[in-house]
């Protein structure tokens, strides 16, 4: 198996990485940027197209780039290191089970991985907020239920996405079929 990065995959992560953060500022105009998690829905998805390395790192600089670039998600409280860590470990969760297990459904392998980011999220602003010595259960409960709407968005668009962008399970790059290190 090649580790060198193919133009799909770069070209794919530049896409998707752009719409991570071009779709929160949309949202945002409309105030619905937090409640549903714009820039995870093209980060997920790219997880189903390429390997684990750049499905992680691009998920990983998302955040980090759009908090530098317009300071959202906040540096302080640390909502965009959150975040890098917690896409960055879906995607490459996400990613390694396609690869592993091909001919599973998108959703199959999505609402675990989505569910175990939730628990993820919460346990860091748990470890935050008792460290801040601020209301942990609670801010950990808040961050805990302000994520299902966007949790709902994923479950409905993102199959769609995966299926729209040609991912089919044989043969696809990101399945590690035929042509997976071109």
């Known amino acids: 198996m090649s580790t060198k990065l193919s133009p799909r995959e770069l070209a794919l992560s ?3 990485g752009a719409a991570a ?13 937090s ?24 998920a990983f600089v998302a955040p980090l780039l759009s908090a530098a670039l317009t300071g959202m998600p ?4 640390p ?29 199959l ?18 470890a935050l907020s008792r460290m ?7 801010l950990a409960g808040v961050s805990f239920l302000s994520g299902w709407p966007g949790i709902v968005l ?6 769609v996405l995966v299926r729209v962008a040609g991912s089919s399970p044989r043969g696809s790059p990101a399945a590690g079929g035929k042509g997976a290190n071109e």
Do not use: K
Request: glycine share 4%; net charge positive; aromatic share 12%.
């Open 14 to 16: 530049g896409l998707f």
């Open 21 to 33: 953060l071009v779709l929160p500022f949309l949202f945002h105009l409309v105030h619905l940027g």
């Open 35 to 58: 409640l549903f998690m714009p820039m995870y829905l093209p980060l997920v998805t790219l997880a189903f197209l390429v390997r684990p390395a750049p499905a992680a790192v691009t």
């Open 74 to 77: 906040p540096f302080y409280p």
């Open 79 to 107: 909502v965009a290191a959150f975040m890098a860590l917690e896409l960055a470990a879906m995607a490459a969760l996400l990613s390694w089970l396609r690869r592993r297990r091909p001919n599973t459904g998108v959703l």
């Open 109 to 126: 392998i999505l609402v675990p991985v989505l569910l175990m980011g939730r628990v993820l999220s919460v346990g860091l602003v748990y």
């Open 132 to 138: 801040m010595t601020l209301p942990a259960p609670f």
């Open 154 to 159: 994923m479950l409905v668009v993102v199959p």
